[in-house]
């Protein structure tokens, strides 16, 4: 008889504990998305400043956008630079991963730990470092530059996304294809590969978004002639208050709220296939 009350009291403190936790998870999701619905309304006001709420609705400064040729090359080289940093970015975090999870060596936590280091590191230090190297080799300013930036900032998520792959992958499978003849690149194009593929597409998605969004090395690297679309939105709220940044910023949100669930939708249809 004295178990049940001290059992039921048990279950109460972890029950409310589960709605402690859930509100306080509706309050940290509010307070991020608060300046979303503030941001998107004023992106389609009419008037020439920043309105909330905006008397009159127009496209006018989604229009502005999209016929600029400032913004546009900013766009562009966003999508160049995010694309070829990701897939750098996977290519180098797949091998790591791989690596670190098949050799043993002293001094391996080390070498994960450094890897790791640009999603530790605050931006600043990063961008300094940054800064001073590709100084010396004469990278700031190149496209080439900004590809390996962004690189070394996606390759801890894709080196993260891949080892979780890695925890549930059975080496067995490796030597049941190799004692059939499959060759050791057979044996990693047929079948490592697809069963770690979700952990590859996942870091190569959140490898895309941080070099698309990232700002604080691309104010090092830019000149006038490379800028991304983060820089631009910058030197439009520092330099001159242009609404068009609200129309960008709306586009961004959209674009890489879409651009984040993809993970989700590939795990679920893999779990459902």
Sequence with gaps: MTDKPSISRAALRQRSLGWGLRGWVAVVAFVLVAPT?????MSFGAGSTFQFPPERWSWHWYAEFFTSKQWLAALANSVQVGLLAAALATVLGVAAALALDRVRFRGRGLVRQLLMAPMILPGIVVAVAIYGVFLRWQLNGTMLGFVLAHAVLGLPFVLT???????????IMEKAAASLGAPRFATMRKVVLPIIAPGVTTGFIFAF????????V????????IKTLPVKMYESIVL???????AASSLIVVFTTILLFVPTFLRRRSNHD
């Design 240 to 246: 001159e208050i242009d609404p068009t940044i609200a």
């Design 161 to 171: 996304s891949v080892q979780t792959s890695l925890a549930g992958y059975d080496p």
């Design 37 to 41: 619905l503030v941001v998107i309304p």
């Design 209 to 216: 978004a941080t070099s698309f969004d990232e700002v604080v």
């Design 218 to 225: 691309a104010l090092f690297l830019q000149t006038p002639a």
